[in-house]
């Protein structure tokens, strides 16, 4: 399970010690987990692959008796490219323009059979895409300069 830690509000102190311990105890190696802390103490979150997770509820339980607030990175859901291209209303072209994507990638991708899947990265920006289009459309323009 791919995990991002954060602190708690309201807490003075993350716990080093137990934080790093929550994380030792589900497969992650006293030396990756004591680095991950100090990550999260630096940077103000860190994230990182927790091997052997019983239960997300009891780590994520444990982890806020140490000052951390846990959430979950998910496995992408494959995703429909052509519904997805479709419900923007744009041609294949359009859509592969507007995203900064190749059209061929695109034709691939919609392919019933033969077709490849998006890979993890892809999928992921398929994804926000799906999300906010507007947004991810706005965030990749600039405006024109002279």
């Known amino acids: 399970m791919t995990i991002v830690l954060r602190p708690m509000r309201g807490f003075d102190e993350i716990k080093r010690v137990s934080a790093a311990m929550m994380l030792a105890k589900r497969g992650v190696s006293l030396l990756g987990a004591k680095r991950a802390v ?11 692959r927790v091997p052997t997770v019983e239960r997300a509820a009891a780590l994520a339980e444990d982890l806020e008796d140490a000052g951390c607030r846990m959430t979950i990175v998910p496995l992408p859901e ?10 923007l209303g744009m041609t294949r072209e359009q859509f592969a323009l507007r995203y900064g994507l190749d059209p061929e990638a ?15 990265a892809a999928t992921r920006y398929l994804q926000a895409i799906a999300r906010d289009p507007d947004l991810v459309g706005t965030l990749i323009e600039r405006e024109p300069r002279d």
């Open 38 to 48: 100090e990550r999260l103490l630096e940077h103000g979150e860190t994230v990182l």
């Open 78 to 87: 494959p995703i429909d490219v052509r519904s997805l291209r479709a419900g």
């Open 106 to 120: 695109v034709r691939n991708w919609e392919r019933t059979s033969g077709g490849r899947a998006p890979d993890l």
